[in-house]
């Protein structure tokens, strides 16, 4: 079956830690995101990316790295720098062009900082 | 000024009503309008689409777009138990940004 598979669905981290989140799919999509969702405020964009090898900023993208070296794969690491990391974080995908906005998520990371 | 605002809830309305959901916008240049329904702890699934003013129907869901008056409506109709989420109101902004209200969580009482 077709879709997006996030990794971990629970992660703790120390404070100055980096860590890795893992985003792949499996729909042929060319454009793929990522968001940040706090309680009660919704969805805010951190990084997408709508070819290979090339990722544009967000609404809030300081702290967060992106990479994409494969079409597939979208990693998100929140670094020491993020002040707040403690959030749900939605990796998306979509196609480019027509129904370019129609997102499918993946299932979500939830990453608490100790 | 929010770029996508909806109404703040929480909305509770008796098995069988109807539920009326609503979201304005600012950027009067959006195309693409989403309703999308997000169980608690889940991530979020796409209900409805609209991209032309007036209604649009879809079983027991119908969306409303007005661009003039930069406003979005979800209608659920004979309301279920099933219905109690979060639903999420999004609008393109350019090709490839797609900005979320903060949602208006529903509660279907039996």
Redesign the interface.
């Given at each position: 079956d077709g879709g997006i598979t996030q990794s971990p669905k629970y992660l703790f981290r120390k404070e100055g830690q980096n860590v890795t989140l893992s985003c792949e799919q499996n729909l042929n999509h060319d454009?793929m995101y990522w968001?940040r969702q706090d309680p009660?405020?919704?969805?805010?964009?951190i990084y997408?990316s709508?070819i290979v090898n090339d990722f544009?900023k967000?609404d809030i993208a300081e702290g967060y790295s992106v990479s994409r070296e494969k079409k597939e794969s979208f990693p998100l690491t929140v670094t020491s720098a993020q002040k707040n990391p403690t959030a749900f974080y939605?990796c998306a995908s979509s196609h480019?062009g027509p129904g370019?906005?129609?997102?499918?998520?993946?299932?979500?990371s939830r990453l608490t900082v100790l | 000024q929010k770029e996508v605002e909806q109404n703040s809830g929480p909305l509770s309305v008796p098995e069988g009503a109807i539920a009326s959901l609503n979201c304005t916008y600012s950027d009067r240049g959006s195309q693409s309008f989403f309703w999308y329904r997000q169980y608690s702890g889940k991530s979020p699934e796409l209900i409805m689409s609209i991209y032309s003013n007036g209604d649009k129907e879809d079983g027991r869901f119908t969306a409303q777009l007005n661009k003039a008056s930069q406003y979005v409506s979800l209608l659920i109709r004979d309301s279920q138990p099933s219905d109690s989420a979060t639903y999420l109101c999004a609008v393109n902004s350019n090709d490839y940004k797609l900005s979320f209200g903060a949602g208006t969580t529903v509660t279907v009482r039996a």
């Open positions: 454009a968001y009660g405020q919704g969805l805010r964009l997408y709508q544009q967000g939605l480019r370019a906005n129609v997102l499918t998520f993946g299932a979500g | -």
